[in-house]
């Protein structure tokens, strides 16, 4: 379950705006890395999101680099979950990674503005808006809810090594 | 009813029948990395992992940031070293190698039929020469180091049928271009393009690098070319273990076709901030521009240098604005040397730099300034994208880039060949 409040954005953000590829090779506190999430599209961004916001955005959410702080950046600011039209393909796997909820929806995006409150059940697979609309989102295929669920892919690794 | 090479390939490598959306497990005959290495081995750390199962599975190129531009850089460079010698990964190429994309085509590793990963976006660009091969995330480059596998979802297929001939001073590039912004960044979302049709016949396999390279840039999950005579007489003439080539059905069905004469295709340009944001270069000539880069993962091969020569043999770069050149690897660095395509540039006024990823991604070599203007001929033009979100960055091919370096203003290239 992940409650918190809406951050708008539009369609085809890219990484270089979400995470600029300029500290990527030398940024590795999470701290760190988590205040410059979302520097170049929203300088406001990292210094006002609480734990449990979401992000909401249109097509094409991730596209550009494969660089996985795209997702872990938004994990570190304590973003609850991403709900868009469509996602990069890897930035949807590295979101995975992170043990970063994703939904999928053509239509919640359009509805929702900044500053709405929402709260997102995973396991109904709905997202609630505050005007009491209802959207459902298909389930993450099992083999993936698997990573999201041990917390993300470090710890499925770490749970199969163990075995 | 056909299989398309995504879906055939899949069902090889999990040996049974596989279809689109289906997942599978699967073992990479390479997975690539490159400065991001020290990052990977820190999370293999953090995933309990000790020893690399496959090492020799582990491909490693250092070029996104070499030589190192600071201190950080150094630093991370050294660990990558450190973990080399630790892990016994012998398929290591330091700084000034050249480029990943360039060099695993090279040494012998992205060949037909392969499975390659790689913990970066560009890594379609083996399909070129008719590999599977995507970009994945840093941790998942750790989880195949631990494992030997990762998960993969077999995509949909869709195939692009070429036909016609480029004009004098209009080439792959520009065809990818084109389609991009057809298409749309997201247009190929997922999916496996195949590029085909009688121009892949007659294009060179560094034309068919282009294509696959810059698939992922409409988010396509991987770019194909079906092995043909240019990809035999390419491979001929390097080495490489045993490998088997994996082609579509000559009946298979695809998600859609999409056809595309390029007859008349004009020189196009990427505008800011987006690379779908295309049009014909006539649109833009005369944008002044402060720098222009010819090189990278997409653009930096002998093709590139010599169109780009052509046009600089007996001219000058204007004056006000910089020529960087970077080729893809050591090897065309050499050729270029010898073909008289660096006399050319040199003497022209460009500057030649070492084989690396340069300025492309922002971190050193020739970043710009707020306000600048830079016309490249990589593959992402985004705000921020060389080091500043306050530039404008335009990206087009070898010709236009260096009709533009003589004008230093946007140029049609055509007037130049």
Redesign the interface.
Known sequence: MVKGKVWKYG??V?T??IF???Y???V?DPAEIASHALE?LDPDFAANVKPGDVVVVG??FG??????QA?FCLKYAGVGAVVAE?F???FY??AI??GLPMVVSKDAPDALVTGDPVDIDFTAGELRAADGKVFTFPPL?P??MAIVEAG???E???R???R | MGKPFAEKIFSARAGRDVVPGEIITVEPDYVLSHDNTAAIAATFAKMGAEKVLHPERLVIVLDHCVPAADAKHAENHKKIREFVAEQGVEHFYDVGRGICHQVLPEEGFARPGRLILGSDSHTTTYGALGAFSAGIGRSEAAAIWATGEIWLMCPESVRMNMTGEFARGVGPKDLILSIIGDVGADGMLYKSVEFAGETMEVMSVAGHMVLANMSVEMGAKNGYVAPNDKTAEWLASRESAEYEAVYPDADASYESELEYDVTDLPPMVAKPHTVDNVAPVEEVVGTAVDQVVLGTCTNGREDDLEEAARILEDRTVASGCRLLVFPASREIWREAMKSGAFEAIEGAGGIIMNAGCGPCLGAHEGVLAPGEVCLSTANRNFKGRMGTPEAEIYLASPATAAATAVEGRIADPRGYL
């Open positions: 369609d085809d890219n270089d705006v600029p590829g300029k990527t090779y030398t590795t170049d097509r094409n596209c550009g680099s494969s660089r996985e997702a469509s990069a393909r890897i796997r590295n990674n992170a295929p083999e993936v993300g892919l470090v499925y690794v770490k199969r090594l163990n």
